[in-house]
C-alpha cells in the first residue's frame, strides 16, 4: 500500500484548503482511513476519521471547520479545511490501517499565516 498526500500550501488565517490522498495497492478496510498532523515540536496527534459508512470523527480543535470525505472508488479521501487557524499549521499525513499495519503518506506542510 502507498498513500499520496497532496494539498498542502501557505494560506492566510480564515482561509481554506483542501487535502487529498491518493492509495493504492489493496485497500479493503474503509474504516482505516485518518488524517493525522504534526506541528513543529510536537507530537503527531489525530485530526480526523471517516468509517466505511460514511461517519465522520474529529479532534475537537477542527470540529466545525475540518470535513473528511471518501471516494471509494477512487481510494481516495479528502480533508477540506476550513476557517483556518494558525495554529493549524503542520504537516497532515494521511493514514491506513489494514488491520495489521498502518501505513502513511509522506505528509504535505500546511502553513497558515496571520
Known amino acids: 500500500v502507498q498513500l499520496q498526500a497532496s494539498g498542502g500550501g501557505l494560506v492566510q488565517a480564515g482561509g481554506s484548503l483542501r487535502l487529498s490522498c491518493a492509495a493504492s495497492?489493496?485497500?479493503?478496510?474503509?474504516?482505516?482511513m485518518d488524517w493525522y498532523r504534526q506541528a513543529p515540536g510536537k507530537e503527531r496527534e489525530f485530526v480526523a476519521a471517516i468509517t466505511s459508512g460514511g461517519s465522520a470523527n474529529y479532534a475537537e480543535s477542527v470540529k466545525g471547520r475540518f470535513t473528511i470525505s471518501r471516494d471509494s472508488a477512487e481510494n481516495t479521501w479528502n480533508l477540506q479545511m476550513s476557517n483556518l487557524k494558525p495554529e493549524d499549521t503542520a504537516v497532515y499525513y494521511c493514514?491506513?490501517?489494514?488491520?495489521?499495519?498502518?501505513?502513511w503518506g509522506q505528509g504535505t506542510l500546511v502553513t497558515v499565516s496571520s
Open positions: 495497492g489493496s485497500i479493503f478496510n474503509f474504516d482505516g
Open positions: 493514514s491506513y490501517s489494514d488491520y495489521e499495519n498502518d501505513y
